[in-house]
T-cell receptor
C-alpha cells in the first residue's frame, strides 16, 4: 500500500490560499489520490480525488505532479471553517483507505 | 437526511461489559466500512462488507470484536469484554461499488471504557 507523508501542521491567513502538500512516492499507476478533512469530533468529509490530471470542484483544487509522486490540495480562499485535519490518502486496489496522521490546518483571522 | 448515521453517538461503559454500535449507511451503498480512531491519530481500518458479506478484517479486529450486516443494509459492531484500550471513536462509512467520491462517513460513536 502506498504511504503518504504530510506536514504535521500548517497555518494560513483567512482569505488566502491554503496549499497542503502530500508525498506519495510509492504510488502505483492505478491508485487514486483522495483528500479528506476532519473537523473536530466529526467524521471525515470527502474533498476531492484524482488519478493523473489536476482536478477542481467547488471546495478545492488538486494538483498532481507529472510523476504522480506528490500532490497539493489548494483551498483557494481559506475561511475559519476550513480549520481541520486534512488527510491525503492513496486508495489501493483493495479499496481500503489508510489514513495517516494528516495535516492540522489552522486558519488565522 | 440521507447521510450515514450511527447510534449511539456516545457510550460510556465499565471494563468487561459488552457494547454494540449500529451503523445505517446511505441506502444505495453496497459497501460498508468500520474504522477506529484514537486521539491524535487518523482512522484505522477494521473491516468492510459488500452487501451482507464481510470481505476483509484487519488484524486490529481481535476476537472480542464482531461485525455483522445481516441483510446488507445496516451493520452492527459488537465489542465483548471491553478493555480500557478500546476507548476510541468508532466510525462507519459507506460507498457504492463504483466508488467515485470514495467513502461517506458517519459522525461516529465515541466509546469510553472506565
Amino acid at each position: 500500500d502506498a504511504k503518504t507523508t504530510q506536514p504535521t501542521s500548517m497555518d494560513c491567513a483567512e482569505g488566502r490560499a491554503a496549499n497542503l502538500p502530500c508525498n506519495h512516492s510509492t504510488i502505483s499507476g492505478n491508485e487514486y489520490v483522495y483528500w479528506y478533512r476532519q473537523i473536530h469530533s466529526q467524521g471525515p468529509q470527502y474533498i476531492i480525488h484524482g488519478l493523473k490530471n489536476n482536478e477542481t470542484n467547488e471546495m478545492a483544487s488538486l494538483i498532481i505532479t507529472e510523476d504522480r509522486k506528490s500532490s497539493t490540495l489548494i483551498l483557494p480562499h481559506a475561511t475559519l471553517r476550513d480549520t481541520a485535519v486534512y488527510y491525503c490518502i492513496v486508495l489501493n486496489t483493495g479499496n481500503q483507505f489508510y489514513f495517516g496522521t494528516g495535516t492540522s490546518l489552522t486558519v488565522i483571522p | 437526511d440521507t447521510g450515514v448515521s450511527q447510534d449511539p453517538r456516545h457510550k460510556i461503559t465499565k471494563r468487561g461489559q459488552n457494547v454494540t454500535f449500529r451503523c445505517d449507511p446511505i441506502s444505495e451503498h453496497n459497501r460498508l466500512y468500520w474504522y477506529r480512531q484514537t486521539l491524535g491519530q487518523g482512522p484505522e481500518f477494521l473491516t468492510y462488507f459488500q452487501n451482507e458479506a464481510q470481505l476483509e478484517k484487519s488484524r486490529l479486529l481481535s476476537d472480542r470484536f464482531s461485525a455483522e450486516r445481516p441483510k446488507g443494509s445496516f451493520s452492527t459492531l459488537e465489542i465483548q469484554r471491553t478493555e480500557q484500550g478500546d476507548s476510541a471513536m468508532y466510525l462507519c462509512a459507506s460507498r457504492t461499488l463504483a466508488g467515485g467520491k470514495g467513502q461517506f462517513f458517519g459522525p461516529g460513536t465515541r466509546l469510553t471504557v472506565l
